[in-house]
């Protein structure tokens, strides 16, 4: 809340109607840190009170005008001057007057569209918040609410494997295998790696989960990748023929759906990089994207069920198919 001049003559505070009953979500804060926001989803109505107190009973309140409104916005980090919004709602709570007792103003925001999940990363913030404001002629009195909002998904119902076989020629020949293509935030990677050829000696292995946060459009575009995870595969040389399963739990990592080319601002990618470190430290990698999305409640059971069927389906297979062309990682000795 921010007052200035007389505006500490009266306290602003927003209430949800909802306010007991409502979930709240754990969301980071620019600083790092997580708070915990009340939880709205696309479509919702955000109703509720902006309740004013008189600080001094005895004193009237001259204002200009008494609004709330809703907003959704998108800030970027080195453009802090321009907040973009893509939503704006506004209600007229009480018109120019004066305020002689503590009262309250109902409010209420119909099916309110909410298109984007809420977001705080390297570069950019995208935020949900009500805004009660009384207009004065010299400083306004403001008190601002976030909320959180999340976007459900209840695709794919197409969600091919990945298969893909990759190597540098006369050295190394890998073929890697993920069951799926899109995963749910509480998902489990299951895949396998093959060895076909092996000549170079591998000493370590491993599976990054990379966030790639894309913001601004043209000469002003900037990329900031985050390690999220690392999922060690192997310790120690491999052989021809030898196949290494992977099972990757994502539940306990700080992960968001896929967010692509929001509101033409910045986008928030995923890919699995596969690493190959070898004796003389040298690193091979090659990177697949995967999708995320938020699967939810309501849907969990019948859909962990079906995650279960495919899981086991995928593990039980023998065969990895017929070998493809090889390809090179990332150009050959890539290195990172």
């Not at 006369?170 to 076909?196: A, M, R, T």
Request: glycine share 6%.
């Amino acid at each position: 809340m921010s007052f200035f001049g007389f505006g500490q003559s009266v306290e602003v505070d927003i209430l949800l109607n909802d306010a007991d009953s409502r979930k709240r979500a754990e969301h980071k804060t620019e600083d790092g840190k997580k708070d915990k926001y009340f939880l709205f989803y696309d479509g919702e109505t955000v109703s509720g009170k902006v309740s004013l107190a008189l600080k001094n009973p005895n004193k009237r309140l001259e204002h200009q005008g008494i609004k709330v409104e809703f907003i959704g916005q998108i800030e970027l980090y080195y453009d802090r001057g321009n907040h973009h919004e893509f939503v704006s709602l506004v209600k007229d709570l009480a018109r120019p007057g004066e305020i002689t007792q503590s009262q309250a103003f109902d409010f209420e925001f119909t099916h309110v569209e909410k298109p984007y999940e809420s977001y705080t990363g390297q570069n950019v913030k995208l935020r949900y918040f009500l805004r009660a404001t009384i207009s004065r002629r010299l400083n306004d009195v403001v008190k601002e609410m976030d909320i959180v909002v999340h976007t459900l998904s209840t695709y794919p119902e197409l969600n091919s494997s990945i298969k893909m076989e990759v190597g540098i020629e006369d050295c190394l020949h890998i073929e890697f295998e993920y069951n799926k293509s899109k995963y749910h935030l509480k998902d489990v990677i299951v895949g396998k790696i093959y060895f076909l050829l092996v000549r170079i000696k591998i000493k370590h292995m491993e599976i990054d989960i990379i966030k790639r946060e894309t913001t601004g459009t043209g000469p002003n575009v900037y990329h900031e990748n985050d390690t999220i995870a690392k999922y060690e595969i192997m310790d120690g040389a491999p052989v021809r023929g030898e196949s290494i399963p992977i099972r990757l739990f994502l539940a306990g990592y700080e992960l968001t759906p896929t967010m692509r080319d929001i509101n033409k601002k910045f986008s928030v990618r995923y890919y699995l990089n596969l690493v190959l470190i070898d004796e003389e430290e040298r690193r091979y990698f090659k990177q697949q994207e995967v999708v995320l999305w938020r699967k939810g409640d309501i849907v969990r059971k019948s859909m962990s069920h079906q995650a279960a069927i495919a899981s086991q389906r995928f593990e039980g297979t023998t065969s990895l198919g017929e070998a493809r062309t090889p390809g090179q990682l990332s150009d050959g000795n890539s290195r990172q």
